[in-house]
């Protein structure tokens, strides 16, 4: 009776492991998928969906990167930064972004705030702290964001006028810590 059960479970952890496996490898990996098939999660952050379209870490790509992102009402991004360029399609819903326009100086300041609705477009230049809210309590805000340069290296604040010294680095980032394999750091 043991036997079967021992040998249940180890093809389950098998299964697992080649399921993970594969979410990782960019052999095999078909030309044309159904987005609505690729996994999502919301990586410890209440009220998001996050799918990665096109990855450098999960795909191979090597200059841009492709998420589909949905926001439920209410919910938002933490205030953050990165060394990438970084363009918004919003595909339906409507929020704010907040924008800090004078980034480069000690700390990110009172950021402005833009209003971001169904069919607008937005583009956060390099190291521009920001933060995208979904500000209607109604509806979803989802979007279809690309980045360069991935993976992304985020640094993230605790308010608008933390000093850039004291924000934050998390790299890998959520949706690429699964998948990507960081060089040990030399300690000598």
């Known amino acids: 009776m043991g036997r079967p059960c021992l040998a249940i479970c180890f093809a389950l952890l098998l299964l697992s492991a080649i399921a993970e496996a594969s979410q990782c490898s960019v052999k095999g990996l078909p030309l044309i998928r159904n987005i609505s098939e690729l996994p999502q999660d919301n990586y410890g952050r209440g009220g998001l969906s996050h799918i990665t379209i096109a990855g450098s870490v999960m795909h191979g790509m090597k200059e841009v990167e492709l998420w589909l992102q949905t926001f439920a009402p209410g919910s938002a991004t933490p205030i953050h930064r990165h060394s990438c360029e970084e363009v918004f399609v919003v595909l339906k819903g409507s929020g704010t972004l907040y924008l800090a326009s004078n980034s480069h100086q000690m700390y990110p300041g009172k950021p402005q705030e833009f209003k971001i609705y169904s069919n607008s477009t937005f583009h956060i230049p390099v190291n521009d702290v920001h933060q995208v809210w979904n ?54």
């Open 135 to 188: 500000t209607n309590e109604y509806e979803d805000l989802q979007v279809l964001v690309v980045i360069s340069r991935p993976p992304v290296k985020v640094f993230i604040y605790e308010d608008w006028f933390m000093p850039h010294t004291a924000s934050k680095l998390k790299f890998p980032y959520n949706w690429d810590e699964q998948c990507c394999q960081v060089p040990p750091k030399d300690e000598l």
